[in-house]
């Protein structure tokens, strides 16, 4: 089993920025990617952005640009920079981890909560 737990969700304005941690243990040998998902009221679960351990990205076409995630191997943890953020950003946003990529993921964070206000 894999356990994740993110930290760093709250509330900004828009044009803003927030970063988000996610830190994993547990049988994190048998992980192959890390990632990002957010689900905003009435919406479904979408992916945000996603890295494998071998440092491919790949990002939903409405961050890129704004958003970059990236990996500490050492700390066995995932981020997310946020910046330019929007108020369509505003989700609950969830960490992933899959254990053979391109696949759906395989455990999940309980997620942390960010809202951008206009």
């Known amino acids: 089993q894999v356990q994740l737990v993110e930290s760093g969700g709250g509330l900004v304005q828009a044009g803003g920025s927030l970063r988000l941690s996610c830190a994993a243990s547990g049988s994190i040998f048998s992980i192959n990617a890390m990632g990002w998902y957010r689900q905003a009221p009435g919406n479904q679960r979408e992916l945000v952005a996603h890295?494998?351990?071998?440092?491919?990205?790949n990002y939903a076409d409405s961050v890129k640009g704004r958003f970059t995630i990236s990996r500490d191997n050492a700390k066995n943890t995932v981020l997310l920079q946020m910046n330019s953020l929007k108020p369509e950003d505003t989700a609950v946003y969830y960490c992933?981890?899959?254990?053979?990529?391109?696949?759906?993921?395989?455990?999940w964070g309980q997620g942390t909560q960010v809202t951008v206000s206009s």
């Open positions: 890295i494998t351990n071998r440092g491919n990205t």
């Open positions: 992933a981890a899959y254990k053979r990529v391109g696949t759906h993921p395989d455990y």
